[in-house]
């Protein structure tokens, strides 16, 4: 609702947060979303402390970031006391985050309906070269752009996810990826968490300056949120933010407590996992097994549980699987640089495209499942992550 000079709330708190100093720091990052649950593990915070007091915590049931120094003990921060933000200036989970990116990004915050957020176009598209297409999870988008993009100049590497040890370890390592082998060891999706944005020190070391960031929506909310808040050095290297839509991901011990314990399917005899209503996963040997999706629940991720963007809504593109065709990928472009890049890769002929309108059950789906996942935020939190939604009884 606008008020006479046409503002509405939401918008005059940004102008009005825009105008003070920006004093927040570890203390309040730890008291209004580590201790809370809002937390995401996105590691944000991790790479932009500039004194690495920020430690983060890889193990099971973990995934959160931590205080390393003893000086004021865990809940507080000699250098937060001595005026450095960096911290609370990274988080896409602080405050009025998601106002804040879409202003930055787009000029102006979300309409109510835009639940999956602010978007240019949605197509349905996958890569033309065979095997991108059937290296990729969906339709090899992602992998087709970073190929694309580091061929034409636009990056010099990207932050995707590999895989620790052999392939059947099935567990997510942050990494690197500056050429198409690289790109194609790292493609398909893992649905345990693998926090992309750790991998930035090993590409700067490396010496790369122009940086593609792949991740879950919470990931991609880093950029945009680090440049909003001005956040400096840190946030320059990101040139282009992909997005994967996500609803959730799962502990690591989903392999042996489930797929294992009550279906004797061990995770090295797994060669592909999707989810598509079902967990699906196909083995070593040919067979092909499907798990119900409500069985996994009980390993759901902890920072999973109050997210509330399934649509990667800070992205310059996101994708997901969503669609009748498996091998395609739905494609929703956010910017301009998104658009650029697509459509410079559909006039080349590196990617064939549909209109989102062909399929139009996946847009639906794709609607649905952004409401789902909004409604999960907590009364307790930031207000405005659900302007748009049923008011809660
Ligand atoms: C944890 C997770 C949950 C997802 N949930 C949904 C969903 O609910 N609905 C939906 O429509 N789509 C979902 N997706 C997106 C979908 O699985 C595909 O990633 C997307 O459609 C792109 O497919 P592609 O063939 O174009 O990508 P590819 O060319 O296969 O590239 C995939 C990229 O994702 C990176 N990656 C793989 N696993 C992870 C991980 N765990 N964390 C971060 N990066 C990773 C890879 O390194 C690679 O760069 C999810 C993806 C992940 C990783
Ligand atoms: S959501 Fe990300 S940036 Fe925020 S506290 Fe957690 S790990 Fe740090
Ligand atoms: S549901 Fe996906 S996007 Fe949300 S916190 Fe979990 S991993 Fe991140």
Same mark, same amino acid.
């Given at each position: 609702?606008?008020?006479?000079?046409?503002?509405?709330?939401?918008?005059?708190?940004?102008?009005?947060?825009?105008?003070?100093?920006?004093?927040?720091?570890?203390?309040?990052?730890?008291?209004?979303?580590?201790?809370?649950?809002?937390?995401?593990?996105?590691?944000?915070?991790?790479?932009?402390?500039?004194?690495?007091?920020?430690?983060?915590?890889?193990?099971?049931?973990?995934?959160?970031?931590?205080?390393?120094?003893?000086?004021?003990?865990?809940?507080?921060?000699?250098?937060?006391?001595?005026?450095?933000?960096?911290?609370?200036?990274?988080?896409?989970?602080?405050?009025?985050?998601?106002?804040?990116?879409?202003?930055?990004?787009?000029?102006?915050?979300?309409?109510?309906?835009?639940?999956?957020?602010?978007?240019?176009?949605?197509?349905?598209?996958?890569?033309?070269?065979?095997?991108?297409?059937?290296? *990729?999870?969906?339709?090899?988008?992602?992998?087709?752009?970073?190929?694309?993009?580091?061929?034409?100049?636009?990056?010099?590497?990207?932050?995707?996810?590999?895989?620790? *040890?052999?392939?059947?370890?099935?567990?997510?390592?942050?990494?690197?990826?500056?050429?198409?082998?690289?790109?194609?060891?790292?493609?398909?999706?893992?649905?345990?968490?693998?926090?992309?944005?750790?991998?930035?020190?090993?590409?700067?070391?490396?010496?790369?300056?122009?940086?593609?960031?792949?991740?879950?929506?919470?990931?991609?909310?880093?950029?945009?949120?680090?440049?909003?808040?001005?956040?400096?050095?840190?946030?320059?290297?990101?040139?282009?933010?992909?997005?994967?839509?996500?609803?959730?991901?799962?502990?690591?011990?989903?392999?042996?407590?489930?797929?294992?314990?009550?279906?004797?399917?061990?995770?090295?005899?797994?060669?592909?996992?999707?989810?598509?209503?079902?967990?699906?996963?196909?083995?070593?040997?040919?067979?092909?097994?499907?798990?119900?999706?409500?069985?996994?629940?009980?390993?759901?991720?902890?920072?999973?549980?109050?997210?509330?963007?399934?649509?990667?809504?800070?992205?310059?593109?996101?994708?997901?699987?969503?669609?009748?065709?498996?091998?395609?990928?739905?494609?929703?472009? !956010?910017?301009?640089?998104?658009?650029?890049?697509?459509?410079?890769?559909?006039?080349?002929?590196?990617?064939?495209?549909?209109?989102?309108?062909?399929?139009?059950?996946?847009?639906?789906?794709?609607?649905?499942?952004?409401?789902?996942?909004?409604? !999960?935020?907590?009364?307790?939190?930031?207000?405005?992550?659900?302007?748009?939604?049923?008011?809660?009884?």
């Amino acid at each position: 609702m606008a008020d006479i000079q046409g503002a509405t709330p939401l918008e005059e708190r940004l102008a009005e947060t825009a105008s003070q100093r920006w004093r927040l720091q570890w203390k309040e990052l730890k008291a209004e979303v580590i201790d809370t649950g809002l937390c995401t593990g996105c590691a944000g915070c991790v790479i932009a402390c500039p004194h690495d007091v920020i430690g983060y915590n890889h193990e099971q049931g973990g995934y959160r970031p931590f205080h390393l120094e003893d000086e004021l003990g865990p809940d507080d921060c000699i250098h937060g006391q001595n005026g450095c933000t960096s911290c609370t200036r990274s988080c896409p989970r602080f405050r009025l985050w998601e106002g804040q990116a879409d202003t930055h990004l787009n000029a102006r915050v979300r309409e109510d309906d835009e639940l999956a957020g602010i978007y240019h176009d949605i197509l349905l598209t996958r890569a033309s070269d065979d095997t991108v297409n059937k290296m *990729g999870q969906d339709g090899g988008l992602v992998s087709a752009i970073l190929i694309w993009a580091l061929e034409h100049d636009y990056i010099d590497a990207a932050l995707t996810s590999f895989l620790e *040890g052999d392939a059947g370890s099935w567990k997510p390592r942050p990494g690197v990826a500056a050429t198409r082998e690289q790109v194609l060891e790292s493609a398909g999706s893992r649905y345990t968490y693998s926090a992309n944005t750790l991998a930035i020190d090993e590409a700067i070391e490396a010496g790369f300056k122009r940086l593609a960031l792949v991740g879950t929506s919470c990931q991609s909310s880093v950029p945009p949120v680090m440049w909003s808040r001005k956040v400096g050095k840190i946030s320059k290297p990101f040139v282009f933010n992909l997005g994967l839509l996500c609803s959730k991901t799962f502990d690591d011990a989903i392999f042996e407590e489930l797929f294992e314990t009550k279906y004797g399917i061990r995770r090295d005899e797994i060669v592909k996992m999707n989810i598509k209503g079902v967990f699906q996963l196909w083995l070593k040997d040919g067979r092909y097994r499907e798990i119900n999706l409500k069985e996994c629940h009980a390993w759901t991720r902890e920072g999973c549980i109050y997210c509330p963007d399934f649509a990667a809504e800070h992205a310059d593109i996101s994708c997901g699987g969503i669609g009748e065709n498996s091998d395609w990928t739905l494609t929703i472009v !956010r910017t301009e640089l998104g658009r650029e890049i697509i459509s410079r890769m559909i006039d080349d002929g590196t990617i064939e495209s549909r209109p989102g309108d062909s399929d139009p059950g996946a847009i639906a789906l794709m609607h649905k499942l952004a409401q789902n996942s909004r409604s !999960r935020w907590p009364g307790f939190a930031e207000g405005s992550i659900r302007i748009g939604m049923p008011t809660r009884k």
